[in-house]
């Protein structure tokens, strides 16, 4: 499921419906679609850890090495780029 477009509150009640369906979170993974904001960045992955998801894909930009080992150090949920 692409997040990110809107608020932080709008893609947590997306991944619910989603997960209405597809039942658990490991059975669902998000696209952050590569996201500069640090804060929003770190307020999303908060917002959605509690779903136990597969992982989250691109949660900031791909050759933002700095934020993505800061975002892993945080132990969120699993991370993909």
């Known amino acids: 499921i692409k997040v990110g477009a809107d608020s932080v509150d709008r ?23 590569g996201s ?14 509690s779903y136990k998801l597969a992982w989250f894909e691109e949660p ?4 933002d090495y700095a934020m993505m ?3 892993s150090t945080a132990d969120l949920m699993p991370l993909a780029t």
């Open 11 to 33: 893609d947590r009640r997306r991944v619910e419906a989603a997960l209405a369906i597809a039942g658990s979170g490991a059975a669902l993974a998000v696209d952050g679609n």
């Open 36 to 49: 500069p904001d640090r804060a929003i960045t770190f307020a999303r992955l908060e917002a959605l850890a």
């Open 60 to 63: 900031c930009p791909v050759l």
């Open 69 to 71: 080992a800061e975002l």
